[in-house]
């Protein structure tokens, strides 16, 4: 039986690119995935594009158009600017899936069976649909949606009903529309057509089958709102149904098995989130897997600290922000699928924002594993700063009588010092200092 350090189950863009990364760091990495991904239109934001260029993904990158017209109809406000690329998935998986195998991961084109845990110290053995069993140490869960889960936790479910609708475009751009039922997202692309993506209240839906979506999306366009839309009930494709409401499958790792992606938490489509979060969580589990492999009961421990964290607060983050900005639709208050989702999680904002400035130990990334370190919370870096210039903020600062302070310095404050001295008096954490180099200057890390 072959033996690996990782499987990943799922070869989407958190599994494809948890498997690249993985592999590039020295891992032995076999990623299993059907390879049975629907065609679809997703937009792709900025931050996204400038993670995949930064790792050297041109090949994905080059399934996306470039940036396009964006309209946006909502709240009774119209507005439009230049912005939004769009990806044809799954052509943008398989980029992915391929920059994987080319950085020396397995790839295996079936399905995930069974994982048949051992003894904590021991290996997984997994097994594939193929009837083929493998040995591995860890395993990434990145099955998307379809991940098994026993503890989700949910927010208002929607339904999205999308497909190909008559029309060719000449150029690529995308409108996104309110509407008492749902909210509506056309996209534009010049060789790949018209695609309109409706989100509905998920019971919404009257029977099964094509017949039913059609109904759906028929009752939806003729809205008296949205009556001059009726002609995309021109159908050029089968319609797909997919779930699209905020989940957290995963609260807390169970380890071998470490979720990212949507297997994690499965992001509302109104964020235009999902797909940043699924390349991030998948970073993120590089630093994971590295620091349990290396030294399994230190690493464990910081891995599920590390991962609850981010996991847990990427939910309740999401959850309040789709909340404020399904609330600036009052225009549609007193309709259900609004009243539900600009009511729910609770009224808490979105970033709670400390008072006072602290130390506060967490887990964070070094050099690609996870350490525990003094972080700074202050009101203007709520997400928590480990290094200010290069520095750990633990040997800048002490905490004294319940009040940060700096730590005294004898003798000549080095250049990194010095540095970090601007930026530790636009906190108010210093008076005085002796450094010309001005805030914009100075580098700080954020914790992963
Ligand atoms: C309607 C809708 C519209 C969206 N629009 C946007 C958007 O415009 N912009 C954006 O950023 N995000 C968007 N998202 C979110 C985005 O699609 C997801 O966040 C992203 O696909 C998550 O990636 P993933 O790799 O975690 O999961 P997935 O993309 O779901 O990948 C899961 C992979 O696992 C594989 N798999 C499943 N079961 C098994 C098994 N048993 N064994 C092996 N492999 C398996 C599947 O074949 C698939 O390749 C949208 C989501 C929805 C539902």
């Known amino acids: 039986m072959i033996n690996y350090d990782c499987v990943v189950a799922g070869g989407g863009p958190a599994g494809a690119f948890a498997a690249r990364e993985l592999t590039r760091a020295g891992?032995?990495?076999?990623?299993?995935?059907?390879?049975?991904?629907?065609?679809?239109?997703?937009?792709?934001?900025?931050?996204?594009?400038?993670?995949?260029?930064?790792?050297?993904?041109?090949?994905?990158?080059?399934?996306a158009s470039e940036p396009g017209h964006r309209q946006v109809d909502w709240a009774g406000l119209q507005s439009s600017a230049n912005g939004e690329r769009l990806v044809r998935r799954p052509a943008f998986d398989q980029a992915l899936r391929f920059a994987a195998v080319e950085a020396g991961a397995h790839l295996i084109e079936t399905r995930l069976g069974r994982i048949e845990k051992g003894a904590p110290d021991q290996d997984v053995i997994v097994t594939l649909s193929n009837g083929n069993s493998?040995?591995?140490?860890?395993?990434?869960?990145?099955?998307?949606?379809?991940?098994?889960?026993?503890?989700?936790?949910?927010?208002?479910?929607?339904?999205?009903?999308?497909?190909?609708?008559?029309?060719?475009?000449?150029?690529?751009?995308?409108?996104?529309?309110?509407?008492?039922?749902?909210?509506?997202?056309?996209?534009?692309?010049?060789?790949?057509?018209?695609?309109?993506?409706?989100?509905?209240?998920?019971?919404?839906?009257?029977?099964?089958?094509?017949?039913?979506?059609?109904?759906?999306?028929?009752?939806?366009?003729?809205?008296?709102?949205?009556?001059?839309?009726?002609?995309?009930?021109?159908?050029?494709?089968?319609?797909?149904?997919?779930?699209?409401?905020?989940?957290?499958?995963?609260?807390?790792?169970?380890?071998?098995?470490?979720?990212?992606?949507?297997?994690?938490?499965?992001?509302?489509?109104?964020?235009?989130?999902?797909?940043?979060?699924?390349?991030?969580?998948?970073?993120?589990?590089?630093?994971m897997v590295l620091t349990i492999l290396e030294n399994p009961e230190r690493g464990a421990p910081l891995a599920a600290r590390f991962y609850r964290a981010r996991v847990v607060e990427t939910f309740w983050r999401q959850a309040r922000i789709g909340r404020d900005f399904y609330a600036l639709e009052q225009d549609l208050s007193g309709h259900a699928f609004w009243d539900r989702r600009s009511k729910w999680p609770d009224t808490r904002p979105a970033r709670q924002v400390p008072d006072k400035s602290r130390l506060e130990t967490r887990v964070v990334v070094e050099n690609n594993r996870l350490v525990e370190r003094d972080v700074l919370i202050t009101p203007q870096d709520p997400g928590g700063v480990a290094f200010i210039a290069g520095l750990p903020v633990a040997d800048l600062l002490k905490t004294s009588e319940g009040d940060l302070t700096p730590k005294p310095v004898t003798g000549t404050p080095s250049p990194a010092l010095q540095a970090a001295y601007p930026w530790l008096r636009s906190r108010g954490l210093i008076r005085g200092g002796t450094s010309q180099s001005n805030q914009q200057s100075t580098r700080t890390r954020e914790t992963a």
Request: hydrophobic share 45%; proline share 7%; charged share 20%.
């Open 27 to 63: 891992c032995k990495v076999l990623i299993v995935d059907p390879a049975m991904g629907s065609r679809r239109l997703e937009g792709l934001s900025d931050r996204v594009a400038r993670l995949l260029e930064s790792r050297g993904l041109s090949a994905a990158m080059a399934t």
């Open 134 to 287: 493998v040995c591995s140490r860890l395993v990434i869960d990145a099955r998307g949606r379809q991940a098994p889960s026993s503890r989700r936790l949910k927010g208002p479910q929607t339904l999205a009903i999308s497909g190909l609708v008559k029309g060719t475009p000449k150029r690529s751009g995308t409108r996104v529309v309110s509407s008492p039922e749902g909210w509506m997202w056309q996209a534009g692309l010049p060789g790949f057509g018209c695609w309109l993506q409706i989100c509905v209240e998920a019971d919404s839906l009257v029977g099964g089958g094509q017949a039913a979506l059609q109904d759906r999306l028929k009752g939806f366009l003729t809205q008296p709102q949205l009556r001059s839309q009726v002609g995309m009930l021109d159908l050029r494709s089968s319609l797909l149904a997919r779930p699209a409401g905020l989940v957290l499958s995963a609260p807390e790792l169970t380890l071998p098995v470490i979720p990212v992606g949507d297997a994690a938490v499965a992001i509302d489509p109104l964020s235009g989130h999902g797909l940043f979060w699924a390349l991030s969580s998948a970073l993120a589990a590089v630093p």
